[in-house]
């Protein structure tokens, strides 16, 4: 599958709202892997995912230093936040392979930490900040 979506935030529910919408794209084993500026609005959209998938949103954080949240939801998410793991083997001792390769939807927020653990199929989401209420999101799966 091709996936090319392309959307411009004006607010942080626009960017949850398109976190929702992207959600009925995602589909058990699906790996996402997240990048963008810290503030970019990775975890709002994480949280509109969530939320369309059956997690109440609210629950829903950034788990920078767990690094890994699971929430049980209408599926299985696994929140994985790579910003504060410093090395790689840190990460690979994570059992992240374990989890990409099992049933559960994975969202990776600064997956370009750990970009040589991602599966060859990943569909990878950019937000870019275009000013401070605006954001760029880009998604693709080649």
Not at 5 to 17: C, N, P
Not at 62 to 76: L, M, N, Q, R, V
Not at 95 to 112: C, M, P, Q, R, T
């Amino acid at each position: 599958m091709r996936l090319r979506l392309d959307f411009i935030s004006r607010s942080a529910e626009q960017t949850s709202g398109f976190g929702g919408e992207f959600a009925g794209y995602l589909r058990e084993g699906d790996v996402v892997a997240f990048t963008g500026d810290l503030g970019a609005g990775k975890t709002t959209m994480i949280k509109g995912i969530a939320r369309a998938l059956g997690f109440n949103e609210t629950e829903v954080s950034s788990p920078s230093f767990a690094i890994i949240h699971e929430y049980i939801a209408d599926k299985i998410i696994y929140h994985i936040d790579l910003y504060r793991v410093e090395k790689h083997e840190d990460i690979a001792q994570l059992g992240l392979w374990e989890i990409f390769e099992g049933e559960g939807i994975s969202l990776v927020e600064w997956a370009d930490r750990g970009e040589e653990l991602l599966p060859q199929r990943v569909i990878r989401v950019s937000i870019d900040r275009i000013s401070d209420s605006e954001r760029k999101i880009t998604v693709r799966q080649m």
